[in-house]
């Protein structure tokens, strides 16, 4: 079934206040068969009634979030009732429960608390169990003067639309949307590769199997594949890109590498240290976002100064005097320094030239070291990732996890 | 004149990844005067052409984002083309950017790349410096055989088109828009004070003064307030602002409190060091965002265990012993320490409980200690910021960071 989302707000399009709903009930309605297949924001006003017109021609199913609120900028109940010629009705259980609502608060009733009692003729009542404002739902009705597809009005602070959502809208959608073919949708997050050569590798061969959409979306450093479609066609397509694509894949379930090696690590009751010079805490600031790093990373060096690289990790001043601060021997050192001092299984380490400045013909802005060390090894690699600063970083964050990844998932296959 | 954007992307559409483009583009259209009007979103494939055709009669100045990609999914190049009866001519000299481009990653050239050089007649090439699309820019063009508005077609990543948007997009509108009475645009960056209690405190008295429109934008620990107006207006407004909030503002230009305090200590030819327990990396990775935070950040460490707080900052085990590794007496020992072993002018240290587990009921999850360490004295503090993990850690980095801060000016008025 067709389906669409109206954002209403002046705040929204101001970009003081950034929308939520979009994501949340994309993800939500995503299991019934449903895609959002237009998204329009507007501001409060006349614009409202616009959007509402022309999208009752187009939808079949319409979620209209913002506008129930008590203040005059809070128009949607009314645009709704007015376009669809239903009177507003004061709703005498709605408007006991507002009043003992405030009661409860200490706040002050105001006249436009009472218009939050107002229910269109025919609507259904959304009860909202962290705020004031009701959603209402609208059946689809072909017949009237004017047609309108099944349409949600539910309010515009998340934490009231996104429960109202799973206990109220859920239910009536199960009603109404007819059970399709199953479809489903897997997402491939991939590292290592750029988003073109993941598409030259699978693009054509997956895109000749009927029944499966194909999209790629890129971050630094990351690409997600996902595929759409029925499952057999998927089975087909997933056999492809598995086998093309490889130990490139690091998840698919998981949108972060740091989080893939939490959980390796976790499980084997394995420890890691970090040695940051370019990186300058990313990779710790990125491990330590997700619950549970605390049992898993032991230590981390942010060592942007030479002085700081030999005395904090006892790396030699000649290795820096030779070969410079940027150099595979200085990454192996900061990575083994870092081990020794953690005492921890593994150790990370980065060094390169960020930029702006610092850069010169041998090593350019954009070169990076990254080594691993380990109980039997040391590795390390180059990479040049020549961009902006913060792009830089989350490359190099990117490549240096990928290593341990890496590292972690082959010892797992002996 | 009126303004709309369409954002293109499936990923958006489907919840994956959250759009950026319009409060980005509201926020620095703000001063010329514009304001959008309308927002779509709409997925990859025939709908861009249709709602680009029906955004070309309502809009004067229209934004599209997305899908100028190399994959087969960027068709927003060849959309606008066939709806304006654009023939695409290959750019020559962009072609020979794109493959010197990839030459310098070491980067495979792919088909779909050279679209990327395809460039409708007419159209005026944006550079981009931070990925392989460029953006393009049609000048409204009302006698063609389709009406159409002054079209930016911009990347969809955001650290592509936002440099884009400030180099060529903006002196593009600044010789599009009519002047109109000068007005102005001030912004104020506070930290320290929530949004409700900055309006409580300034709120009804800008808004007494007619003619200037206030606004607020919050992000954790920070408040932007946005005064816009004719200078004579303003010039009152700011003086309430100033003498009310005082040195809670920290800064009119920069929105970024760590670029502050880069600055200052730059200034002193002062540097600073990091003890980081629960923000795990975050105040390092901030500061070394900024470029030129390699001449003030000597040293951090992230010590999360606290054999590493023992080890590597000298922490007193009996101390952690008798106090807890959440405490003033260790968040004051680690930034000493911090401050010893990397010989700093300063050191911050933070520890506390980011959660969602290890809270206790003396010392719930949220609860952190900060210290600052210098030469003369070392002061601590403690919060109280019961929220989800990554919120928790922006609100302690801010009040680290400011805590540096205010002992910064509050030496330079001596």
Not at 82 to 110: D, N, V, Y
Not at 173 to 198: A, D, N, Q, W
Not at 318 to 339: F, N, T
Request: contains cysteine; proline residues 5%; hydrophobic residues 40%.
């Amino acid at each position: 079934m067709r389906t669409a989302i109206l954002n209403t707000g002046t705040e929204l399009l101001l970009g003081d206040v950034q929308d939520a709903h979009l994501a949340f009930i994309a993800r939500e309605i995503f299991p019934l068969g449903l895609r959002i297949e237009e998204r329009r924001t507007v501001p409060d006003g006349q614009a409202i009634r616009d959007a509402l017109a022309e999208l009752f021609l187009r939808a079949e199913i319409l979620f209209v979030t913002g506008g129930l609120g008590p203040t005059s900028d809070d128009i949607t109940r009314e645009m709704i009732a007015g376009l669809l010629g239903l009177e507003l009705h004061q709703h005498p259980q709605l408007l006991a429960s507002l009043r003992q609502r405030l009661q409860t608060r200490g706040i002050k009733w105001t006249s436009g608390i009472a218009r939050q009692a107002d229910v269109p003729a025919g609507a259904q009542i959304l009860p909202n169990e962290n705020g004031s404002a009701s959603g209402l739902y609208l059946k689809a009705n072909i017949n009237s003067h004017i047609a309108s597809p099944h349409l949600f009005a539910l309010p515009g602070p998340p934490r009231e639309l996104q429960p109202m959502f799973g206990r109220s809208v859920m239910p009536i959608l199960h009603s109404i949307v007819r059970p399709s073919k199953p479809f489903e949708c897997r997402i491939y997050h991939v590292t290592g590769i750029g988003e073109s050569l993941v598409e030259e590798a699978i693009g054509q061969r997956i895109s000749a199997i009927s029944g499966v959409e194909l999209g790629y979306c890129s971050r630094p450093g990351d690409v997600d594949v996902r595929i759409i479609g029925e499952s057999n066609a998927l089975e087909r397509a997933d056999k492809i890109i598995r086998t093309t694509l490889g130990d490139s894949i690091y998840s698919t379930s998981e949108a972060a590498l740091e989080k893939v090696i939490i959980k390796l690590l976790t499980k084997r009751k394995e420890t890691l240290a970090l040695a940051e010079s370019c990186t300058g805490g990313l990779l710790a600031n990125r491990i330590t976002n997700m619950p549970g790093a605390s049992t898993v990373l032991l230590a981390g060096y942010i060592v942007y100064s030479n002085e700081a690289k030999i005395n904090a990790l006892g790396v030699d001043l000649k290795l820096i005097e030779r070969y410079g601060a940027v150099s595979e021997p200085v990454a192996r050192a900061l990575a083994e320094g870092a081990r020794m001092r953690a005492r921890s299984t593994f150790a990370l380490s980065t060094t390169g030239i960020a930029g702006p400045t610092g850069g010169s013909p041998g090593k350019p802005v954009g070169t990076v070291y990254v080594a691993l060390a380990s109980l039997d090894q040391t590795i390390a690699r180059k990479f040049f990732f020549p961009s902006d600063r913060e792009t830089f970083k989350e490359l190099a964050a990117q490549a240096a996890f990928d290593l341990l990844r890496k590292k972690l998932i082959s010892r797992s296959n002996q």
